[in-house]
């Protein structure tokens, strides 16, 4: 009875030894993401990733991308479905890696996107925005999206992309900023060939205007502008604050669960070694 009785502890303890080291590993979101280079397709949209997801578009979406009103904006609140980013540059961000990110997207074309990359760059000169905070211009190049136009306007992107970030930089140079990162991996433009993008977004007939869609961590949209004013920043500001906020909700909780567990994890331990003690 004896040994059978010290094969149940054993096996307790064993369990008890696993929970605690589980519950030790957790860990949060981390505030990095992994960027994968892919092999140059030059046939393949850039903004193909999100077209099986734009597919699946609900009919309110498929309602909001048809509505030609001028003043409609994308209510704040809703969730928009995440998608692996892959930008002019073949660089890949799958879509699970951005739980937690806070996502300024700038949304324009051959007219407008100047428009839309110089509010991201006052964006972030305004702000000094720091980790967990990604910004993706989104080109609508969808008018020109023919075998032979692909190659000329990926150069054209990339020319301009390169030209943008140096021109942030030595803005930030000039006002002594130092940020902490590169910027080519907080900056990313994507070519959306077919409009997927605006598709999923609901902004396929807004097309003509520039526009910045701030989403946060759980990619629900914070903030929706089609020009530039101080709202834009304090929008940005706020939801910062706010995921900053839940972490430190989870902090607390996960400080709360652990000492929760390791007191019944002490008093299993005494119980078991009285129980032990009584048959020995």
Known sequence: MTGRLLSSLMIFTSVVLFSAIMLFAETESGTDIRIEKTGAVEHAPAGAEAASVAEQATDTRQERSETDDPDWRIPVGTRIERFTIKDINNRLINAEQLKDWIIVYGFGNEKTADEAIDWLERITLEEQPGEGILFVC??????????????VVKKILKKEYRKNINKLKAALKEKNIELGYKLENRFMLVADMHADIYKLFGLNNQREKAHIVIVDGNHRVVG?????????????????????????????????????????????????????KAFD
């Open 224 to 276: 929706h502008f089609t020009e530039y004013s101080q709202m834009v920043p304090e929008t940005l500001r706020l939801a910062v604050t706010q995921r900053e906020t839940e972490k430190q909700l989870r902090r607390l909780a996960f400080k709360k669960r652990k000492k929760n567990m390791l007191v019944r994890y002490a008093v299993g331990g005494a119980l078991g070694y009285l129980v032990y």
């Open 138 to 151: 989104v080109a609508d190049t969808s008018k020109h999206n023919s075998k032979i136009l692909r190659p």
